[in-house]
């Protein structure tokens, strides 16, 4: 049975000190161990977040990494320095940072193989846009981010520490759900290439979330579909919507 796993990405929202006051006023009202509940704030305050997140019971992610371990990179932050602040999981590939900041999947891998040495969990972004779901495009698409996002990844490590999310762009930020359908079928795609090229002990492991507009109305449905493992959430993660897409009902 996959532990079901609920992250916020808080993208580039709240300073610090507000990132601090949300978090307060919702973490008692999540109360769930049957989810893996992160909340990935701006590197700016995953400090001060870690050290409200004591108990564990919210585990820290982060919203990107530099795959080199130090050195002249202007404005990058690397895995040791994730260590450094108790982070857990960490975002890869989201599709803002393939778009805006020109993030390629030999990129993507690099990023998810050094986190994984390094003992910090990758959640693997994959999704396609409109056109390409429209010209029928979409699981080409995909696959191909899978397939190089994973390249030399072992099944052990696949099977024990990455996380996939499938973000459909259309669905980003838009208001615009992909249906529990549309949904389920690529999460059980992604699953059908995870068993090609691992096998099926390890597609049978393996968390993939959904992503795209995912709030307290339609979480319910989404989280409660075969191959749906969660979700990663956005807009909704910066308010008490995401307590309640916490504790859904399943
Ligand atoms: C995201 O950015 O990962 C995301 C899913 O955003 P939203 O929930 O706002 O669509």
């Given amino acids: 049975m996959r532990k079901k796993i609920i992250a916020g990405n808080w993208k580039m929202n709240y300073t610090a000190s507000q990132a601090e006051d949300f978090l307060l006023s919702i973490l008692d009202l999540i109360n ?45 932050i690397s895995v040791d320095m994730l260590n450094a602040l108790n982070v857990e999981y960490c975002i890869v590939g989201h599709s803002e940072r393939r778009q805006y900041f020109n993030e390629t999947n030999l990129d993507v891998n690099k990023k998810v ?80 290439v995870i068993a090609q090229i691992y096998g099926e002990n390890v597609s049978e492991s393996v968390r993939i979330q959904y992503g795209g507009s995912v709030n307290a109305k339609n979480a319910n449905e989404l989280l409660n579909m075969d191959n749906i493992d969660g979700a990663l959430v956005g807009g909704a993660a910066l308010t008490n919507d995401f307590v309640a897409i916490v504790n859904y009902e399943n």
């Fill in 113 to 192: 193989k050094v986190l994984i040495e390094k003992g910090i969990k990758p959640i693997l972004c994959v999704g396609e846009t409109l056109e390409e779901r429209n010209e029928n495009k979409l699981f080409e698409k995909v696959e191909l981010q899978i397939k190089e996002g994973l390249l030399d990844v072992s099944a052990e490590d696949v099977k024990n520490n990455v996380v996939i999310a499938y973000e459909p762009i259309w669905a980003i930020g838009t208001g615009v759900t992909a249906t529990s359908a549309q949904a389920e079928e690529m999460c059980a795609y992604i699953r059908k």
């Fill in 32 to 76: 769930t161990d049957e989810v893996d509940v992160v909340v990935c704030p701006n590197y700016t305050a995953l400090d001060r977040i870690q050290n409200i997140l004591d108990d564990k019971k919210v585990k820290l992610g982060a919203q990107n990494v530099y795959f080199e371990p130090k050195g002249a990179y202007t404005g990058e």
